[in-house]
C-alpha cells in the first residue's frame, strides 16, 4: 500500500519557538493532503485541508496565522507551528489522498509536539 | 454534514473471545464507511472500508463489518481476537459528493485480557 512519512517524529521545543514538520507521500502523488489534531485518548480533529499550489483551507476555530501550511508539491506537505506554547502541545497527523480511483486516505505515524 | 457515533468507549474483552465494536453515522448524502486502527503513537491503519456493492466487508487482521443503511450502522467484528488487537479503533464515513472529508467517531479502545 501507498506510503505516508512524517518527520519528525516527535519534538520537544521552547515556548516562543517555531516548529515544522513534514509530510511525504513516498511512492504516489498526492493531489490532497490533510492536517490532524490528536490529543490524549481523543479523536482525531481535522485542522486544515490543502491541495498542492493552492492555499489551504482551515476549518473553524484553527489560527491560519499560527498553523502555517504549504503544499509546494504533489509529495510535500509542511504545517508550522509558529510561536508556539505549551497547549499547542499535541499528536500530529498527515495523510494524504491519493487522487486516483480508489480515492483513499493513507495516514502518515504522527508527530509528537512537546512545547516547554 | 455528517457526524459518526461510536457507542463504546472501551470493550475490555478476553482472548480469542469474539468481539463487536459498534458504530452509527448520520448523514443528509450517501456517504463511504471506514474503519481505522490507531496502535500507540502511531498513525492510522486502514482495517476496511465500505465503498459499493456487498454489505459485509472483510478486512485485515481478521476483521469485518456489515453496513446496515436501514440503521445507518457499520459495526465492526472479529471471531476470535489476540492481545495484539488491543488498540484504538475508529470509524470514520466520508460523503460521495461535497467536501469528502473523512469524519471521525470518538474511538473505541479495545483491550484485550489473556
Known sequence: GAVVSQHPSWVICKSGTSVKIECRSLDFQATTMFWYRQFPKQSLMLMATSNEGSKATYEQGVEKDKFLINHASLTLSTLTVTSAHPEDSSFYICSARDGGLVNEQFFGPGTRLTVL | ?114
Open chain 2, 1 to 114: 454534514a455528517q457526524s459518526v457515533t461510536q457507542l463504546d468507549s472501551q470493550v475490555p474483552v478476553f482472548e480469542e473471545a469474539p468481539v463487536e465494536l459498534r458504530c452509527n453515522y448520520s448523514s443528509s448524502v450517501s456517504v463511504y464507511l471506514f474503519w481505522y486502527v490507531q496502535y500507540p503513537n502511531q498513525g492510522l491503519q486502514l482495517l476496511l472500508k465500505y465503498l459499493s456493492g456487498s454489505t459485509l466487508v472483510k478486512g485485515i487482521n481478521g476483521f469485518e463489518a456489515e453496513f446496515n443503511k436501514s440503521q445507518t450502522s457499520f459495526h465492526l467484528r472479529k471471531p476470535s481476537v489476540h492481545i495484539s488487537d488491543t488498540a484504538e479503533y475508529f470509524c470514520a464515513v466520508r460523503a460521495l459528493q461535497g467536501a469528502q472529508k473523512l469524519v471521525f467517531g470518538q474511538g473505541t479502545r479495545l483491550t484485550i485480557n489473556p
